[in-house]
């Protein structure tokens, strides 16, 4: 099975909402990194978050991590059309290895 | 900078015949890494590959093989083709250290019928 899991699995609201995606894994890791993906492209990083940090931001966006529940969230903060989109949280617990989980696709409605 | 550049970008396979994905990457990146992606699911790690030289299961390396021919270069084999492979694989690399972003290629989707 899948290091990371997401949920929830779909998420709509309306533009200038704010957007909260939630992520958890099994194993020990060294960071925790979240992608996003348009219509089946490739995936594109958004924002890395190391397992000594707690909270990072970047842009509209705001990482959290609590290793001791083994979980991440990725809050978008004024949500607008254009980041509607699939969003998938990836970890690595070691020796280069990269598992992602199987994402939230995010509508954003105008 | 073409970054991660995977052929061929479409391919249709009869079951049971063999081919090879391409992907190379010019960013001087010790780790590459195949996945699959099926409809309205995550990625699927294949093969890995941490260095030039070391090749790596992932979680579905089944029915697969790897080459990472050289440094710029990985590649994965289909050795006799089945309709449960017909899926979009991505190919990404990522350079040295764990806290490192990976960089994706655009994908080949692959059908076999």
């Known amino acids: 099975s899948q290091q990371g899991e997401e949920d929830p699995q779909a998420l709509s609201i309306q533009e200038g909402e704010n957007a909260t995606m939630n992520c958890s894994y099994k194993?020990?890791?060294?960071?925790l990194q979240w992608y996003r993906q348009n219509s089946g492209r490739g995936l594109v990083h958004l924002i890395l978050?190391?397992?000594?940090?707690r909270e990072k931001h970047s842009g509209r966006l705001r990482v959290t991590l609590d290793t001791s529940k083994k979980s991440s969230s990725l809050l978008i903060t004024a949500s607008r059309a254009a980041d509607t989109a699939s969003y998938f949280c990836?970890?690595?617990?070691?020796?280069?290895?990269?598992?992602f989980g199987q994402g939230t696709r995010l509508t954003i409605n105008p | 900078n073409a970054g991660v550049t995977q052929t061929p970008k479409f391919q249709v396979l009869k079951t049971g015949q063999s081919m090879t994905l391409q992907c190379a990457q010019d960013?001087?990146?010790?780790?590459m890494y195949w996945y699959r992606q099926d409809p309205g699911m995550g990625l699927r790690l294949i093969y890995y590959?941490?260095?030039?030289?070391?090749?790596d299961k992932g979680e579905v390396p089944n029915g697969y093989n790897v080459s990472r021919l050289n440094k710029r270069e990985f590649s994965l084999r289909l050795e006799s083709a089945a309709p449960s492979q017909t899926s979009v694989y991505f190919c990404a690399s990522r350079g040295g250290g764990s806290s490192t972003e990976a960089f994706f290629g655009q994908g080949t989707r692959l059908t076999v019928v």
């Open positions: 978050i190391r397992s000594n940090e």
């Open positions: 960013m001087n990146h010790n780790s």
């Open positions: 590959s941490a260095s030039e030289g070391t090749t």
């Open positions: 990836a970890t690595d617990g070691g020796a280069q290895k990269l598992v």
């Open positions: 194993t020990s890791i060294n960071n």
